[in-house]
């Protein structure tokens, strides 16, 4: 079975910080993405990675896979209060994959 | 609004009572899921439907059954609720092809006493 560890489970910092969640497996995925998932909500898709190595931004939100596809991070630049919620990974094993593993979630906090 | 729609948000049951909990999307996806959310564990996956007419357990079946009624509809039967399956259960649906994520409805919370 993959599995995907994201860390840190908890993080809650000012507005302003930098923070980086990681999401990291000793398993190859063929693609991973990144949700947010806000109270009483479903998860929203943030952003989906295919290429070892490749590199996404989505205006201050960087994402990263790694090159052995086994690993991704998410950097947030000068959070906002609206970046909290829960921020989900989740991977395909194989290429058309029908399911996806998920990771158990890192709960951001942004304090004003 | 496009998009997947759940239906109830909220439930209490009885230990031993029965329910379904029913999904419908209208983005013409072919795959859909049911995944219970249960805190510090994540999304867990009960079953899915990778197309209309086809459907496979997941991580977490037991104590569940699911209905694919058709190409937009997903429904999931607890037939005698446990209080083990109190959790807030998403519907999710996807198109074929590894770009595209899910998209996935607001839940129901579910609670068996």
Redesign the interface.
Known sequence: TQLLEQSPQFLSIQEGENLTVYCNSSSVFSSLQWYRQEPGEGPVLLVTVVTGGEVKKLKRLTFQFGDARKDSSLHITAAQPGDTGLYLCAGAAVQGAQKLVFGQGTRLTINP | NAG?TQTPKFQVLKTGQSMTLQCAQDMNHN?M?W?RQDP??????IY?S?SEGTT?K?EVPNGYNVSRLNKREFSLRLESAAPSQTSVY?C?SRRTG??????????TRLTVV
């Open positions: 997947v795959s899921y995944y510090g564990m994540g999304l867990r996956l899915y990778a496979d997941g998403f999710a590894q770009v595209y994520g899910y998209t996935f409805g607001s839940g």
